[in-house]
T-cell receptor, first 112, second 113 residues
């Protein structure tokens, strides 16, 4: 039920771009993206509702392909502050409730 | 900006002891969650809580776990008889509704010895 994230880890030099993918076998209602720095709580980045929309947050944007139940997070011109673990959370209806489950995370390291 | 507050930040307990982890959510949030994260691993869903009752729980959330919102503000997670494998960071989170961002607390690091 948990979404599958890829890659598991990526190392960048400052200024390079990265794409993190998230896919689910469930019919999704929404996709959340969070970033967690070591020893801290996850912090919300953005949420995408079904409808294939794309959202942006500074130089970080994301898309949601509702038909494929996939979302991608795009980080452009990466900064040192982007380092952390990125989690996607997928929200789907099951039984009589919505459920939000997280992928295993993608560790992003941005080096000078 | 309002935030989710969790106490204590670190709890050390002996195996078999009961622990209560506390959370004060943001006041206008209606949906509450507990997640746990074993060191270096993913964030795992434990339980969701809405309208003063559990709305969803995972297979991890067995009879040893319980949640309460006793006074309309605090949201607690109780582990009745802790096991070594319960050692993890426990995060409380809240949201206004489904499809809304989750706001996480800073977590309680539980160490069971």
């Amino acid at each position: 039920q948990q979404p599958v994230q890829s890659p598991q880890a990526v190392i960048l030099r400052e200024g390079e771009d990265a794409v993190i993918n998230c896919s689910s076998s469930k019919a999704l209602y929404s996709v959340h993206w969070y970033r967690q720095k070591h020893g801290e709580a996850p912090v919300f980045l953005m949420i995408l509702l079904k409808g294939g929309e794309q959202k942006g947050h500074e130089k970080i944007s994301a898309s949601f392909n509702e038909k494929k139940q996939q979302s991608s997070l795009y980080l452009t011109a990466s900064q040192l502050s982007y380092s952390g673990t990125y989690f996607c959370g997928t929200e789907f209806w099951e039984g009589s409730n919505y459920k939000l489950t997280f992928g295993k995370g993608t560790l992003l390291t941005v080096n000078p | 900006e309002p935030e989710v507050t969790q106490t204590p930040s670190h709890q050390v307990t002996q195996m078999g002891q009961e622990v209560i982890l506390r959370c004060v959510p943001i006041s206008n949030h209606l949906y509450f969650y507990w997640y746990r994260q074993i060191l270096g691993q993913k964030v795992e869903f434990l339980v969701s809580f809405y309208n003063n009752e559990i709305s969803e729980k995972s297979e991890i959330f067995d009879d040893q776990f319980s949640v309460e919102r006793p006074d309309g503000s605090n949201f607690t997670l109780k582990i009745r008889s802790t096991k070594l494998e319960d050692s993890a960071m426990y995060f409380c989170a809240g949201g206004l509704s489904y499809n809304s961002p989750l706001h996480f607390g800073n977590g309680t690091r539980l160490t069971v010895t």
